[in-house]
């Protein structure tokens, strides 16, 4: 069998594609991936095999093209990056294909902590966008808040079911339940970042309430506090 790639291919524009992916991409004979993920990479894949996939296909095409791979290379490609809210897909390539090698790719969570300048490390990074439970989920995002951290999160669209529909307008409204001051939480959310269509919405999680927001979101609660070197003279003794 030839080389099987997932590679992550940025949020959206094909600007974040890295250049180890762009390469990857055009030297492949097969790509396999959803419409907005392809229309990421349009340019590098012309004159490919190319399966656009749905969540409701995404298995029967697998399969399909297992038998007929023979020693060509297939890429599969991820918004984002590879290793950020895709480990149900990987995990299902992994047994399906075998060895599949990993490419990571620049992920929205990066570049939304960027704009809100809240820094990743003084940070938790939390993300809804999965199809288990995220009961354990929401307590964490509760814990980090009380411990004071930002927090990077990726809601969970879902309207056929609104049970399991957990974006910023519920977010607000679950928070506010369990006892936070919603009207003094700072908050940013970014839609399409990096694209065209990039929207920012910038107020209080109490401002969330009963607004609707596309499934292209990332919500950063920013309770960063300036905190530089300079406050630790210490470490410039000899």
């Known amino acids: 069998m030839g080389k099987i790639y997932a590679v992550g291919v940025g949020p959206g524009s094909p600007k974040y594609v890295t250049e180890i992916v762009r390469e990857i991409i055009q030297n492949c004979d097969v790509v396999i991936g959803y419409k907005y993920t392809l229309k990421t990479i349009e340019d590098l894949i012309l004159g490919k095999e190319i399966y656009e996939i749905t969540m409701n296909i995404q298995e029967e095409l697998y399969q399909k093209i297992l038998p007929e791979l023979g020693n060509r290379s297939l890429v599969i490609p991820f918004t984002g990056d590879v290793n950020f809210s895709e480990s149900e897909v990987v995990d299902r390539l992994l047994e399906i ?24 490390d003084k940070s938790k990074v939390i993300t809804m966008h999965v199809t288990t439970s995220i009961e354990e989920k929401k307590l964490e995002l509760q814990k980090a808040l009380i411990d004071g951290y930002s927090v990077i999160l990726v809601p969970r669209p879902w309207p056929k079911q609104p049970d399991k529909h957990f974006m910023p307008s519920e977010i ?48 950063v609660f920013n309770q960063s506090v300036l905190d530089s070197y300079i406050n630790y003279k210490w470490q410039w003794k000899n």
């Open 172 to 219: 607000a409204i679950y928070l506010k339940k369990n006892g936070f001051d919603t009207g003094k939480m700072k908050i940013h959310v970014f839609e399409a970042l990096t694209t065209e269509n990039e929207t920012s919405f910038v107020g209080t999680v109490k401002d969330l309430e009963g607004k609707e927001f596309s499934d292209l979101s990332v919500i």
């Open 97 to 120: 294909f075998g060895e599949v090698e990993i490419i990571p790719g620049i992920s929205s969570i990066q570049v939304a902590a960027s704009k809100a300048r809240v820094p990743l």
